[in-house]
Structure formats: C-alpha cells, structure tokens
C-alpha cells in the first residue's frame, strides 16, 4: 500500500523568508502523481502544486516551489517570501494514475511570525 | 463554477441517531470522493463514485455507513447508529475524468461537514 510520510508536524518561519516542508512516499508504481495541498484555519482544503512522477522537471507556482527526488521518493514544497496568509496546515499527498483516491500525509501545520 | 459545497457545515448529534450529509460537486465532475478527517490528521479515503457508479469502498466505512450518487450529482452520505469515534470532519472532492480516461484532473474540495457525536 502506499503511505506519505510528512516528518515535520510544525514548522514557523518569519514573513518574506523561505521555509521547506519535506514529504517522502513510498509506492511501487512508476507513474503517479503528488500534490501538495493547503487547509487554512477556514478548513477548506486548496491545492497548491502538483507533480507528475513522469516529468522530471520541478513543478513551481509563484512563490511555491518543489523538489521533486523521484529514486529517493522524496517530495519537498519550498515557500518563498513568505506571507502571513501562508500559514495553514499543508499536507502532502499521492495518487496512482487515473484519477484514483488521494493517500495524504498527516500535514504540516506552518506558522508565519511577522 | 461555484465550487464544491457541502451541507450541513455542522452536525451535533447523540450517539445512536442517524446523521445524513449532502455534497453537490462542480457541476460536469463526473467522479466524487468521499473523505473523514479526524484532528490532528490527514485526511482518509472513505468511498468514491464515477457518476452514479461506486467504484470503491475503504475498509473504514463500516456497514453503518452508506452513500449514493443517485443521478450522477449530488452525493448523499448517511451515518446510522453513529458513535462517538464517529466525530470527524467529512470531505468531499471532485474531479472529472474523460472519455478516454485522460488523468489530468485535481479533485476539488468542498469545506466539508463537521459531525460532533454526545
């Protein structure tokens, strides 16, 4: 079965600085898709970025960047200039082809120091 | 588009009782996932649907839980005899998948039914 393990249960950083949120998966497909997901305290979940396993290039968004470690499985968000609308939860998250469930990690929960 | 919505947005209930929620996805989704997030935790897959077809069930839904898409749409999904481990917040998503079977699509959330079992 395939598991998304997020290490950091809390991370802080000061406003207009870089933060980077690890996520590693485990998974035995060559194709798959990850996802990195924000919940604000209004709870409603927003996707932030998302990578496909078949390219090798790092998916970015703005200020939202990844690092994308396919042989290592390892999934990184990086935040750049950070805003104090950044801070939520932020879970990472999996899926095989074809649109399938999402596997997600147990989250994250960023705080912004202003 | 005006998102995927979820009613209620808040259920209190006393064990034993029977709760039911609703999800109306984004209007030409065809596929509808269910989800339970417990505090502190990621969400979890519960059941999913393409268009009224349930094409998967978690072995977290128990035979207390039960869920429909009857037309294709909106989504129903019912608790009977709930517990007090029932306490959650219920998610709903959806996303569209082609004809060809195209996998490009994100699954959009809704801001999800929050049930508080006594």
């Known amino acids: 079965a395939q598991t998304v393990t997020q290490s950091q249960p809390e991370m802080s950083v000061q406003e207009a600085e870089t933060v980077t949120l690890s996520c590693t998966y485990d998974t035995s497909e060559s194709d798959y898709y990850l996802f990195w997901y924000k919940q604000p305290p209004s709870r409603q979940m927003i996707l932030v970025i998302r990578?496909?396993?078949?390219?090798?290039q790092n998916a970015t968004e703005n200020r939202f960047s990844v690092n994308f470690q396919k042989a290592a499985k390892s999934f990184s968000l990086k935040i750049s200039d950070s805003q104090l609308g950044d801070a939520a939860m932020y879970f990472c998250a999996y899926r095989r082809l074809g649109n399938t469930p999402l596997v997600f990690g147990k989250g994250t929960r960023l705080s912004v120091i202003a | 588009d005006t998102g995927v919505s979820q009613d209620p947005r808040h259920k209190i209930t006393k064990r034993g009782q029977n709760v039911t929620f609703r999800c109306d996805p984004i209007?030409?989704?065809?596929?509808l996932y269910w989800y339970r997030q417990t505090l502190g935790q990621g969400p979890e897959f519960l059941t999913y649907?393409?268009?009224?077809?349930?094409?998967?069930k978690s072995r977290l839904l128990s035979d207390r839980f039960s869920a429909e898409r009857p037309k294709g749409s909106f989504s129903t999904l019912e608790i009977q005899r709930t517990e007090q481990g029932d306490s959650a917040m219920y998610l709903c998503?959806?996303?569209?998948?082609?004809?060809?079977?195209?996998?490009?699509?994100?699954?959009?959330f809704g801001p999800g039914t929050r049930l508080t079992v006594l």
């Open positions: 649907f393409q268009n009224e077809a349930q094409l998967e």
């Open positions: 209007s030409e989704h065809n596929r």
């Open positions: 998503a959806s996303s569209f998948l082609d004809g060809q079977g195209k996998d490009t699509d994100t699954q959009y």
């Open positions: 990578q496909e396993a078949y390219k090798q």
